[in-house]
């Protein structure tokens, strides 16, 4: 008869995981009380005001420009990272050159997001690397790329995407690997180039991979903060704004701690958008259905 787990066995993994579960849905829960009650200064009130914070939210300008920037950081950074991120992985394989590209590739990927930030700071300036480079190939370029409201998006969006590539590749790495040696050899005995190879087999079998990344690549995207608030803090104007950004702003800044709870719940409401159809996909793939 199998021995029954101890007590001490029991605290000792189990009660690290119950503990953090508890603490994780009691500050989920507080939240969403916090964000339907009156709660709008410095002195804590908590008088039910029920779905008026959330009115106040979606009737600002703020919260729709932000909310846009949000969705145009995803539609531009997720697939086009994780696409880049299949092809570099496929080169890597058949370069046999994976330890030393997947270094080079993780490298931004282990950085910090504000030290991340502060060399593209530098990197975007008037007089910064960008424009220097640029200059000296004949293009004039003389205005800070993240000081111009119409590249300061697309600035810290390719920022992303470095940072995030190497994360893509070591998903696709690992998908590759998974894929059935015996179709890529059979392909190569009936002379398949290596593009043919990647177009007809590994693209087609990477589904599992894209499956990982893109909800992954999108909750990144939704929960990002740091990169915005060190480099533009939103601006120029609201050019940048983020969803995660305008939260920080009225809870902390404007002290509308109600208000800025409400914005968390409609981030949270929006990353379940994105987890609960990937963990319906999941369950059927796991379950065979």
């Not at 101890?6 to 849905?25: N, Q, R, W």
């Not at 997720?78 to 092809?87: D, M, W």
């Not at 995207?221 to 995660?244: C, E, M, N, S, Y």
Request: glycine share 6%; charged share 15%.
């Amino acid at each position: 008869m199998p021995k029954l787990v101890s007590i001490k066995d029991f605290i000792l993994f189990l009660g690290p995981i119950i503990l953090i579960t508890a603490v994780l849905y009691y500050m989920i829960g507080e939240t969403i009380y916090v964000s339907m009650s009156d709660w709008w200064s410095m002195k804590p009130s908590f008088n039910f005001v029920g779905l008026e914070n959330f009115r106040r939210v979606i009737s600002t300008q703020r919260f729709w420009i932000a909310f846009r920037n949000n969705v145009i950081w995803i539609l531009i950074f997720v697939i086009p990272t994780s696409f880049l991120g299949l092809v570099i992985a496929y080169l890597m394989m058949i370069s046999g050159k994976e330890t030393i590209f997947r270094t080079i590739f993780l490298i931004p990927t282990a950085m910090s997001m504000v030290v991340s930030a502060t060399i593209w700071i530098w990197m975007y300036g008037r007089e910064g690397a960008i424009n220097t480079i640029l200059n000296a190939l004949g293009f004039k370029v003389s205005y800070g790329w993240i000081d111009n409201p119409r590249t300061a998006l697309y600035a810290l969006i390719f920022v992303t995407v470095w940072l995030y590539l190497g994360f893509a590749v070591v998903i696709f790495e690992a998908t590759i690997k998974g894929i059935d040696k015996s179709i890529i050899e059979a392909a190569k005995i009936d002379g398949a180039s290596d593009f043919k190879i990647f177009y007809r087999i590994i693209l087609p079998l990477s589904r599992s991979g894209f499956l990982v990344s893109i909800p992954l690549l999108s909750l990144a995207i939704l929960k990002l903060f740091d990169l915005v608030f060190v480099a533009t803090r939103g601006g120029p104007g609201l050019a940048t704004d983020v969803l995660a950004n305008y939260m920080w702003d009225a809870t902390f800044s404007m002290r509308f701690f109600a208000y800025g709870a409400a914005i968390a719940v409609v981030i949270f409401g929006l990353s379940l958008v994105i987890v609960i159809p990937y963990a319906l996909t999941a369950l059927r793939r796991w379950f065979g259905r």
